[in-house]
């Protein structure tokens, strides 16, 4: 079955204070969105890239600086961007080693990614960087296609737009996982079930056995 039908067609967002005890929790974050996606063979590039990309906003835009993070695929590659709201300070390639004590970061992302390159928006300014899929082999899902990719889509505005509402806080960041944002949609729907005055457990039973029927199918 071809690959559109599982991918995610909307970019994971996450908006957070750039701080330096705050990295791991990002990383994390990052690297259960990618290996949802099934790039989980990307994941240890993509996690280092960003770990230099919110250490440049902390060491030239500041520390709580708010940033956003944001990883999207286009075509045959994966896409992370760093976002700040510092058009000057932009991000340079130099000269120093990989063992070098300082001035590694863009040396690192320029090293581990296919390309890198800086936007500006007048307002802001876009630090990213991109991977080639094409090379690597996808984690394939034991599940039908199509409800795959609706069900990535409806994930997406639950880990994007609701925390993107305001600054994340470190809490908050360290619990933005793809666990989290399911069970929140699955309450949500629970929710709007009761509201309808229909029976919340029959929803369940109803949507098991739909599972288990099309995972049978598929297996078959």
């Not at 690959?3 to 909307?10: A, F, S």
């Not at 908006?15 to 969105?33: K, M, T």
């Not at 060491?59 to 999207?72: F, I």
């Not at 989290?180 to 309808?196: C, E, P, T, V």
């Amino acid at each position: 079955m071809d690959d559109v039908l599982w991918r995610p067609t909307q970019p994971w967002r996450l908006s957070f204070l750039a701080e330096a005890d705050q990295v791991w929790a990002l990383r994390r974050a990052l690297r259960i969105h990618l290996e949802y996606w099934g790039l989980g063979e990307l994941t240890d590039a993509a996690e280092l890239c960003v770990s230099e990309l919110v250490a440049n906003v902390i060491k030239h835009v500041g520390p709580a600086t708010p940033t956003t993070l944001v990883a999207s695929l286009g075509g045959p590659r994966l896409r992370i961007e760093v976002h700040d709201p510092d058009a000057r300070a932009l991000p340079t390639l130099t000269c120093a080693t990989v063992d070098a004590a300082a001035g590694r970061g863009m040396t690192l992302v320029d090293a581990v990614s296919d390309r890198w390159g800086v936007e500006l928006t007048g307002d802001r300014k876009i630090t990213w960087c991109e991977f080639r899929m094409d090379a690597i082999r996808v984690e394939r899902q034991n599940m039908p296609m199509p409800r795959l990719a609706r069900a990535a889509d409806v994930l997406s505005l639950y880990s994007g737009s609701r925390l993107t509402q305001e600054p994340v806080a470190p809490s908050r960041l360290a619990t933005a996982t793809a666990e989290d944002a399911a069970i929140n949609a699955i309450a949500d729907l629970l929710y709007w079930f009761r509201a309808q005055g229909w029976d919340v457990d029959d929803a369940l039973d109803r949507a098991q056995s739909h599972f288990e029927a099309e995972c049978e199918v598929r297996l078959s």
